[in-house]
């Protein structure tokens, strides 16, 4: 059981918009910045967020981040075909002292 | 470019050790810390330790803590994962990773490598 959790799957159509939660508490996503990244099978993650809203150099304005209290989110709007990948959560925890993911979400383009 | 190219990885028995390394170049490496980050097959990420720029503070997972060491050599450009008493549920691909700001800073990744698989199996 991860200290910060998403829901393992999501799905939506292409040009549809879709929302990934990131749920955690005050030690962590609480106080501190929440970032995002994009994982394909067999490659190593990629920086889609940091800093809780700001888009990593090259991620198209289709991603967004956001936070509100102990709960974060990544959008996808204009779901294209390609955004089918495994997306993570993570985030500083004060309490454990060390980063912790989230467990991932799939999501699938139907 | 940053690039993060991690290598020692292979097959081994539990209870045995094994060294991980991470070769950096692209930035200032003595300026960054770093991470270790692991994915077991079909599982999610996993952080596992990170170090400060200087060395002068680590930080582990509680699955790891008294097992593994992370160090650094400035010198070389280089990042380390000391493993020993290695057990199955150490299985995984090994990332290392750079924190995502310049010195005294514990922020998640930016930058990854491609991966180390680590095997563990009598």
């Known amino acids: 059981q991860s200290v910060v959790t998403q829901p393992p799957s999501a799905s939506g159509t292409p040009g549809q918009r879709v929302t990934i939660s990131c749920s955690g508490s005050s030690s962590n996503i609480g106080s501190n910045r929440v970032y995002w990244y994009q994982q394909f099978p067999g490659t190593a993650p990629r920086l889609l967020i940091h800093?809780?809203?700001q888009r990593a150099s090259g991620v198209p304005a289709r991603f967004s981040g956001s936070k509100s209290g102990t709960s974060a989110s990544l959008a996808i709007s204009e779901l294209r075909s390609e955004d089918e990948a495994d997306y993570y959560c993570?985030?500083?925890?004060?309490?454990?002292?060390?980063?912790?993911f989230g467990g991932g979400t799939k999501v699938t383009v139907l | 470019q940053v690039q993060l190219v991690e290598s020692g990885g292979g097959a081994v028995q539990p209870g045995t050790s094994l060294r991980l390394s991470c070769a950096s170049s692209g930035f200032i490496f003595e300026n960054y810390g770093m991470h270790w980050v692991r994915q077991a097959p079909g599982k999610g990420l996993e952080w596992v330790a990170l170090i400060y720029f200087d060395g002068s503070e680590t930080y582990y997972a509680d699955s790891v803590k008294g097992r593994f060491t992370i160090s650094r050599d400035n010198s070389r450009d280089t990042l380390y994962l000391q493993m020993n008493s290695l057990r199955a549920d150490d299985t995984a691909v090994y990332f290392c990773?750079?924190?995502?700001?310049?010195?005294?800073?514990?922020?998640?990744?930016?930058?990854w490598g491609q991966g180390s698989l680590v095997t563990v199996s009598s």
């Open positions: 990773a750079r924190v995502s700001a310049a010195l005294r800073s514990t922020r998640p990744p930016d930058h």
């Open positions: 993570a985030v500083w925890d004060d309490t454990l002292s060390g980063v912790v």
């Open positions: 800093w809780t809203d």
